[in-house]
Structures are given as C-alpha cells and as structure tokens.
C-alpha cells in the first residue's frame, strides 16, 4: 500500500511546551485512521501541522509523497479539512455555502451542480437546502460544515471532532457518511476522543498524549497490548465483603472494582475465567442477578499507558 502521509518526527513548541513531542506515523491510502486522545493532547495542532498551516520547530511531513509547504496548492486541492470550529458564511444558504466552498477548487458549473447535489445528499441535508446557517441546529449546522469540506471530492480528508455536541441522529449521519466517502476511495484522517467513534470507524487507530503517539494499530492490536484481557462484571443480590479476597485469590484476576452491589473483575489473559467465577459462585452459594464477560475497551488501554482516564 502507498502512503499518503508521513509524519516523521515533528516537534512543535509553544515556547518551552511541546505541543507536539517526536510526532510519527503514516497513513496509507484507503485507510480510515483515528487520532485518539484526550482534550489538549495534540490533536488540533498535528493537523494544522499536516496542512502546513502552522510552522513546526522539528521533523518534516510528506502529503501524496511531497513536502508539504505553505505553496503546495496541488497537493492542497486533493484534501478536505473540516475544521473543530463550524466555519460557514452566515449570509449564503446551505446551497449556497457548498456552492461556494466547492468553486474553490470546481470552476466547470455543471460539474459542481452536480457535486453540491451530491454532498448536499450525502449529509442529508436536502430539506434544508435554502435556509441560513442560523436556522440550523448545531447537528445540521456540523453537517452542512462537512458537505462543505468534502463537496470538491478530495482524495484525502481530515475531520477534526465532527461530533462534539451533536445529537445521535447527526452522530449517525456523519458516522455513516464518513464511511461512504471511505468507500468511494477517499483516505480519512479523524480525531476524537471519543472511543466508541474509533472503535466503530477507524481501520487503525493512533493514541495520542501529551502530543506524542503512544500506541499505533488496530483496535484487536491495541487491546492485545495491555495486561488486561477480560472484564467480567457481576450484580451480587446483596454485597458481602469478604467476596472480594476470595475471588480476588482466583486464578488470572488482576483487580477488582466494587460500587454498590455491583463487582467489576479484570482477568488477564487466560482460559474459561467466567466459568471458574461462575462454579466458584455456585460452590460457595453465593447468589447474583447478572454476570456477564466483556472485551477491554480503549479506555482500559488509555487507562494502562497513561494511568488516567481518556474521558474529560
Ligand atoms: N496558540 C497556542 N499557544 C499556546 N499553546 C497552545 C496553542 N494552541 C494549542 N496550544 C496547546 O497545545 C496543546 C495541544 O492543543 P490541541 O492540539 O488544540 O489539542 P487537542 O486538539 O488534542 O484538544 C494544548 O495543551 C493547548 O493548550
Ligand atoms: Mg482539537
């Protein structure tokens, strides 16, 4: 596969702070790759980095196999950025926004007709087609900013947190539109710190702290690389202390969580640990509500390399 993105060893300071700490990675063509992390870990700043919107004090970055610089108006016409910030013209209609975003780069108006239309489409915007932005809600407004980022066709697009503050519907809807542009070829770049998002989108997935990449690959990938392996959680009718020591002792268990009657056991790897809890709970007669076995989730990774939650 070609890469169409290197990012080799950025470093961007803001005085004495590193924004961006030894910043590495690639991204092939075709591939839908997230950039996960908490607020302030980089994420914004790598970006604009990549589109060589700001200046960065170490490393270089390669976009479509060319340094990227300020000039590159080539390489530029070929990507899609949509930015965290809704930035759309209060006075044009929805029409009219893509209309123009899309002339940027369209200049044949039949062809852009025929690519606002699409765009419009793929958001889901058709009823809203003439009204102003303000008449939108913050969903559809996200919307039509993305229709406005994506309606010249890039071949490469980023989406910095396109669903910060949107509602389920919106979620879906970009989710799932995001997806199409994927499939009709596009390569994706999507930052969030939300890791349902990436678990359910991205092909591969890039966690980022303190502006550095601690951990590259797939979602199996990086649960694999972290000692917990299974979680099992049990709903006790009534909660006894002295539970805890005895399953505590059990064979691969690594922790456990109580609140309430409610008991969350990590296992590392290893065979049939819901069933071992489950005779030894039936041996000792100890009586439950629900008991059920559950895979890591991103945040246990997070949670493992970092020692704090990725939730704000
Ligand atoms: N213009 C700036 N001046 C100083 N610090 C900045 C500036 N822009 C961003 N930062 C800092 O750089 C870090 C990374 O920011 P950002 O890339 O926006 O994070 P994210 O997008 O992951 O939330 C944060 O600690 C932020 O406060
Ligand atoms: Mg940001």
Partial sequence: MKNVIEVKKITKKYGEFKALDNLQFNVEEGEIVGLLGPNGSGKSTSINCMLSLLKFDKGSIKIFDKEMTPESYETKSKIGVIFQDVAVFEELKVYENIDYFCGLYIKDKHVREEYVEEAIKLVGLNEFKNHLPKQLSGGLLRRLNIACGIAHKPSLIFLDEPTVAVDPQSRNNILEGIKKLNKSGATIIYTTHYMEEVEQLCDRILIIDKGKI??????????????????????????????????????????????????????KKGKNNLVNLINFLSDEKIKYNKIYSELPTLNDVFLELTGKELRD
């Fill in 214 to 267: 601690i951990a590259n690959g797939t979602k199996e990938e990086l649960k694999g690389i972290i000692d917990i392996a299974e979680k099992v959680t049990v709903e006790f009718e009534e909660l006894e202390k002295d539970y805890i020591d005895k399953i505590k002792k059990q064979r691969n268990v690594l922790d456990i969580d109580s609140k309430n009657n409610t008991f969350k056991i990590s296992y």
